[in-house]
């Protein structure tokens, strides 16, 4: 059901108030966004409004705030430099069916695989990225370096640093906006302090008429209502070859970053977000976007971090945002444009503080090293490349770990019992790391004629698990040996059913598994 607000403390007033801060720190990154990808501005404005709105309306994370994102531009710059825009529409539409079927196929549940390690490192990580992105806004104008070093991080070193009394004037402004924005809460609550920054710092500059750098020097905002178009791309098979691994990729990444943010604002609200149904809404507002001129987009955790910290709980704030963003861009152009980027730079670091896991420091040195190398790894590949890598590797590693660690975990043992049989008790998962261990342990030489290994506290994990068993059965039967495998689980019977064809054990003494025996004989 459409609910504005899930709870008592999503409140009109602030999820408004909430969504016109969103707004107006949407805007820079937008413009930004687009050039980084290759297109003009209102292709980012336009994505950061439709995205912003269908996942506000229908999304499964209230309060959640999506839009054009870096990750995802770094990706299509690419594609847009070899084929044009009009290939990036057709990309991002097929990249919001993909999202659809994620969604639909209730993939998105998969994101509770995610350790906890990774989602430290993917917060601290994209924490890193946004300082590093506003560093990008203390290069000179002129320099080529100074947007693109705003979201590409690797050419910040090559910006063109401000100097005297204008990079002063920033720096100054900065730290009058995030002075506001944390003290200004302790008198009062009732208006997000992100916006009386950006208000007050722009009275200042503009009544003191102080040399400021403001958003109408990104670009102009101006324009109408974003209009239906059909991708013109040629409908063919060549077509689909071009655009489908830029769409898989875009997806992706789309629903990785979507589906923690969501994890992330959870934990903050202490609530729970359906991710299933944002893997859908997210698929359905890029496919729309394809078709109005929008570059795509997906869930942005620095906008979601100031919307919920702001007070914005409910739908209404990510859909007073994207409102604002459209009136932004139809009426309030010149006065939008005549905000300094100081004040947005410090509504930027303030998110930057609290995004970041400050805790990681304390809990690095108290958590197995493995974890520890996890959370520092994911950090440093989401910094140095994106997300989606990041996350994939730190799980890779993470489960690699797990795998490790449970190898060394499978014990056997020993004993004859009074019928004078070789009984082996094994305890532990069978699976493709613990297979050498589980085998070194056996010599069919030195057993009795009768041989029993006992299941009861195992489970066969995988096809390796059962290799070793069938070449386990081999190397009795050849020594002359009478072997019982027994209080297999009905898993791994299953298993050995369906593999029935591929592993060949020659102990057949239930005619139903082809391998096992139920009892001892």
């Keep these: 059901m459409f609910e504005l607000h899930p709870s008592k403390v999503a409140t009109i007033k602030n999820d408004i108030l909430s969504g016109i801060t969103v707004a107006l720190a949407l805007v820079p990154e937008a413009v930004a966004f687009a050039f980084v990808a290759g297109v003009e501005p209102l292709v980012g404005l336009y994505a950061a409004f439709m995205v912003g709105l269908i996942t506000a309306c229908i999304g499964g994370r209230p309060g959640m705030i999506s839009g054009a994102t870096g990750a995802l531009a770094v990706v299509m710059v690419a594609l847009v430099a070899d084929h044009g825009v009009e290939y990036l529409f057709a990309t991002v539409v097929l990249m919001g069916g993909l999202q659809i079927c994620a969604g639909l196929f209730k993939l998105g549940k998969f994101i509770r695989m995610v350790p906890h390690p990774v ?12 300082f590093l992105a506003q560093l990008g806004q203390f290069g000179t104008q002129g320099d080529p370096g100074w947007l693109a070093g705003t979201f590409m991080q690797g050419s910040i070193l090559d910006v063109a640093w401000l100097k005297g009394q204008q990079l002063y004037m920033l720096i100054g402004l900065v730290i009058v906006t995030m002075f506001i924005i944390h003290f200004l809460p302790r008198f009062t609550k009732d208006v997000p302090s992100s916006l009386v920054a950006i208000i007050v710092v722009s009275v200042l500059v503009f ?28 409908l063919t098979f060549e077509t689909l070859a071009i655009i489908f691994p830029y769409s898989v990729i875009l997806a992706m990444i789309g629903l990785i970053e979507s589906l923690l943010t969501l994890r992330l604002v959870d934990e903050i609200t202490e609530s729970r ?15 729309a976007t394809g078709f109005f001129g929008g570059m795509g987009g997906c869930a942005m955790i620095g906008q979601s971090m100031i919307n919920v910290n702001s007070g914005g709980r409910g739908r209404l704030s990510g859909i007073t945002a994207a409102l604002c963003l459209l ?19 410090g509504v930027m670091f303030i998110v930057v503080i609290g995004t970041f896991e400050w805790s990681s420091f304390r809990v690095i040195r108290k958590v197995p090293r493995s974890d520890a190398l996890v959370l520092v790894l994911v950090s440093a590949v989401t910094v ?17 770990v797990f795998a490790w660690e449970h190898a060394k975990h499978i014990l056997i043992e020993e004993r004859e019992d009074h019928k004078g ?18 085998l070194d342990r056996f010599d069919p030489g030195k057993d009795n ?73």
């Design 449 to 521: 004629d009768d041989v029993i290994i006992d299941f009861a506290r195992s489970r066969v994990a995988d096809h390796s698990g059962l290799e070793a068993i069938d070449t386990l059965a081999d190397r009795y039967l050849n020594a002359g040996k009478t072997l019982h495998l027994v209080h297999l689980s009905d898993e791994c019977r299953r298993l050995l059913t369906r593999a029935s064809g591929l592993v060949e054990v020659n102990v057949i003494e239930d005619p139903r598994y082809f391998v096992a025996d139920d009892v001892l004989a």
């Design 384 to 400: 140095a490349t994106d997300l989606a890598v990041a996350v994939v590797v730190g799980v890779i590693v993470s489960a690699l």
């Design 273 to 287: 977000g359906r991710g299933n149904k944002e893997c859908v809404a997210q698929g359905v507002a890029n496919t």
């Design 421 to 438: 049989s070789t009984v082996y008790a094994v305890t532990g998962p069978l699976f493709f790391g613990s297979v050498t261990s589980f």
């Design 327 to 345: 009136l932004f861009i139809l009426v309030a152009s010149p006065l939008i444009e005549q905000i300094p980027l100081a004040a947005l730079i």
């Design 119 to 130: 989602m430290l490192g993917f917060v601290n990580g994209l924490a890193i990225v946004i």
């Design 207 to 234: 009544s003191l008429d102080l040399d400021t750098r403001v958003v109408g020097d990104i670009a102009s905002i101006s324009g109408g209502l974003p209009a239906f178009h059909i991708p013109s791309v040629p």
